[in-house]
Structure formats: C-alpha cells, structure tokens
C-alpha cells in the first residue's frame, strides 16, 4: 500500500531501564516499541508488510534484536482522528497514491 506521507507523526519517548520490557526480549538493552495509530480498513497484509519494513530498519540502522521489537496496531474510523479544521474520513483503498 502506497498512501501520502504529508500526516506521519513520530514520537520517540526514552525510557528508564526496567520501564518497559517485551516478553521474549534479550539481554540487549535496545528495544522498539511502535504503537501505529491507524484508521481501520488496511488488509492484514499491510499491516505486516509495514511492520516488518519498521523492524527491518530497526535491526539495520540500530541494531535492534529481533527478540527486542513489537509492533501494535490501534485502530480508528476516520471521524475519530480530527485536527482542529478537519474531521478525518474513513480510509478505502482508492486513496492510494505513489507518494
């Protein structure tokens, strides 16, 4: 699934040690903990398909332990996701685009 880029938002939250843990996690002490907050209607394989893609830059470009990362999608319906001029829409697959 290819959609617009232009509403991503990225918040990295440092944590103390012991704070959070994922129960098959190694002695390493780097994790990835990504909570997606989505609209409903993408397939099960997009959603994997992206979660593998964020753990496969983990491991590459933090070395990020395989055992050391969870992926947790939050689903919404459109009008639950509002900025203070919009309410959003429900997503459907002739949103894609090539951004």
């Known amino acids: 699934m290819q959609t617009g880029t232009d509403h991503v938002a990225v918040v990295i939250r440092p944590r103390e040690e012991g704070e959070l843990s994922i129960g098959r996690q190694t002695d390493d ?5 990504l909570d997606a907050e989505i609209r409903t209607g993408r397939t099960f394989e997009q959603k994997r398909s992206f979660a593998l893609e964020v753990m496969n830059l983990a491991a590459d470009e933090f070395a990020v332990p395989e ?33």
């Not at 002490?29 to 903990?33: E, G, I, K, S, Y």
């Not at 999608?73 to 919009?86: A, L, N, P, S, V």
């Open 29 to 33: 002490d780097r994790l990835l903990f």
């Open 67 to 99: 055992p050391n990362m969870k992926v947790v999608f939050t689903e919404h319906e459109g009008r639950q996701m509002m900025g203070y001029d919009r309410v959003g829409s429900d997503w459907n697959p002739d949103e894609e685009t090539d951004a």
